[in-house]
């Protein structure tokens, strides 16, 4: 076509694309602002090459996959594993987690134009205001306390913004939801599972004290509900899934989903391939690939840190991926419609647990995020609700934490 009759059909043409637009999302919008409360990092972050995050980098998340998925903040973890309630276990467990620390504050050091700090909601907005991306700090285990609330304090002064009270096997602060039974530990919800200490109320209350969000995934039943009692602010499961749909201990009970909400926390579904599909075939072989991996490695014990990273492991997954395949992102988003309908719309969220085991199809790292959006909207979520899941929730309850904690204790709202 030419000349004006040629103009018109392209105005008409416009106009009508226009429309469109103004009833559907823009191409490529995911939401205002995506979080994921849950990336986990290895000892040798930032020191190792295939560790670096500005390149491609051997992580599920690094900067470049955040920002070509769309992942907009995210909560790094200064993970450390159980070991033996003795000076010595404790003061090693200080050392992993400062070591985690120094990297985290290393990658912001290199990258301030693409990552900064973010130590409050507000600055997680500005962050994705000035299209930086952020950087959060929670603890994944308490143990790393080393038994000295002190160091509680110590790690708010480094960015730490919520604390997970336990993990794999019993500590000082609370039972686990996957005590060491093996060698004694009492099995979750037996007479002997004595859920939270006076330590770990002590620790609540100094986390509250701090505007610092108490986290409970990995917690015993008993604890969770001790941790709900004790706590003067909304709580967090920073990464959990339904425990009705997929029965492991590591997740939640619909009781437990309801109680969280009615206090006013939040619970984030994570995206860890255990807890949305039960696959003893695949845990079997997972189990003997990192025993082997260790042996080769001249380690008598797997461990993540050391042994994940390698190639044998990598080829090894690969060929147990075959054999049975990974949950998807439908049988993840099974869990956010479950929890959403038994806590409501107000107190679910989003977790991956990306380098620390997570990952499923369609969710394998940071690049694909934006599935999990696009899989929400088939589900029939509205973009203000998936605002909330992706990130609303979670700051809203981050900064009832912050204001009860400027209140005071036993000052009502």
Known sequence: MTGSAGRIAAVALLATLLAGCAHAPAAGRDVPLTLDTHVDIPSDYMRAPRFDVGGDSALQVDLGKMERGGLDAAFFVIYVGQGPLTPAGYADAVAQAERKYSAIESMLQRYPDRIRAATTPQQVRDNHARGVLSALIGIENGYSLGHDLARLDAAYARGARYLGLVHVGNNDLCSSSMPDTEHGEPAMGSPDDAGMSDFGRAAVARANALGMLVDVSHASDACVRDALAASQAPIIASHSSARALVE??????????????????????????????????????????????????????????????????????????????????????????????????????????????????????????????????????????????????????????????????????
Request: hydrophobic residues 45%; negative net charge; without cysteine.
């Open 248 to 413: 492991h201990p590591r997740n939640l009970p619909d009781a437990l989903l309801r109680a969280i909400a009615a206090k006013g926390g939040v619970i984030q579904a994570v995206a860890y391939k255990e807890f949305l599909k039960h696959d003893p075939g695949r845990a079997a072989a997972e189990k003997a690939l990192q025993a082997q991996v260790a042996r080769q490695a001249g380690d008598a014990e797997y461990d993540s840190d050391r042994h994940d990273g390698l190639p044998a492991m990598a080829a090894g997954m690969a060929r147990i991926q075959q054999q049975y395949p990974l949950a998807t992102l439908d049988d993840y988003l099974d869990h956010i419609a479950h929890m959403v309908q038994v806590a409501g719309i107000d107190h679910v969220g989003i977790a991956s647990d990306f380098d620390g085991g997570g990952g499923i199809t369609g969710w394998m790292d940071a690049s694909q995020t934006r599935n999990v959006t696009a899989g929400l909207r088939a589900r029939g979520f509205g973009e203000a609700d998936i605002d909330k899941l992706w990130s609303g929730n979670l700051l809203r309850v981050w900064q009832a934490a912050i204001d009860a904690a400027a209140r005071g204790p036993g000052d009502a709202p």
